[in-house]
């Protein structure tokens, strides 16, 4: 009986996460927010959506170095180096595959306290980057 209500009770309980995760999901998804975790080495461990033109698949394992271009590429690495060393939260933008993306960057400790990964999240912003130019250009 002690089995059954167990087994049961952890049922339950897998079932309250997956459903847990599905709305996670789907907010991102509607959110257009990518969701993105790396470790030390900057190699990427899990993307929520596809992004850039390629399936989120494909950034598993591979770092920046191996996905992106530059300019972007360059200014990615360096503000993810810097949340590492610093422990600290970063926002940055940086240009990727012809977009702008504004992402802000924030490390994941181990129980020691220690950056031992970082968890991102970008938005595009290339249509708010481009009215910006306009405007400027305009008003020059």
Known sequence: DLNRTLEARVAER?????????????ALAASGVTVFVQDRELRYQWVSQDVLGR???????????????????????AAKREVLASGERRQAEYQAAGRW???????????????????????????RREQEARIRYLLG
Not at 14 to 26: C, D, G, H, I
Request: net charge negative.
């Open 101 to 127: 993306f504004a992402v802000t960057l924030e490390p994941l400790r181990d129980p020691a306290g220690e950056a031992e990964a970082i968890i991102g999240g970008a938005v595009d912003v290339t249509e």
């Open 55 to 77: 399936r989120k698949e494909e950034f598993v394992g591979r770092t920046d170095e191996e996905m992106l271009e530059d300019p972007g590429r360059s200014m990615a690495v």
């Open 14 to 26: 897998t079932q309250e996460l997956e459903q847990a995760k599905r709305r996670f999901e789907v």
